[in-house]
């Protein structure tokens, strides 16, 4: 249970790297997009938050490809495909319980629960913060 917890916890760390590491090039993307155009439209500001959005996405897909092959080299899966579909139904939070793993790594999906409604957290606090700057730099510039 103890290399569980170990495990769990190394790969939220690097989950929260990865985390880190796409936030900080969602908010470059905006901040680069944001001051081209000088008359920002609803569809200018559609694909902006539309590309943040996306980079958030990719990264929290990321981190359920990092879940998924803790466990293919745990062996508790022989295919990654699997093992992804189980990282993120975990990540996510869904729970559906189609796919179990073997009592030897039953607590890392709890952990993989626990690390995805923080970085899902993160990413949507991220994206808001970016659609609120959105909003009032095209209500600056409509005055």
């Not at 939220?12 to 993307?29: K, T």
């Not at 680069?32 to 980079?55: A, D, K, Y």
């Not at 409604?117 to 005055?143: C, E, H, K, P, Y």
Request: aromatic residues 10%.
């Amino acid at each position: 249970m103890l290399m569980n917890l170990l495990f769990g916890l190394l790969t939220m760390i690097a989950c929260l790297l990865l985390q880190s590491v796409l936030v900080i090039a969602a908010i470059r993307y905006y901040w680069q997009h944001e001051r081209s155009p000088n008359n920002p439209s609803f569809w200018s500001s559609g694909v902006l938050i539309t590309g943040v959005m996306l980079l958030l996405v990719i990264g929290n897909m990321a981190q359920v490809g990092v879940w998924a092959l803790l466990f293919v080299l745990l062996e508790e899966f022989q295919q990654f495909g699997e093992a992804f579909y189980h990282s993120a139904v975990n990540f996510a939070t869904l729970g559906y319980g189609d796919v179990v793993m073997s009592a030897n790594h039953k607590l890392l999906g709890p952990l993989e629960a626990i690390n995805g409604a923080l970085m899902i957290g993160v990413s949507t606090a991220a994206l808001i913060s970016i659609f609120q700057q959105v909003i009032q730099t095209t209500a600056r510039t409509r005055r």
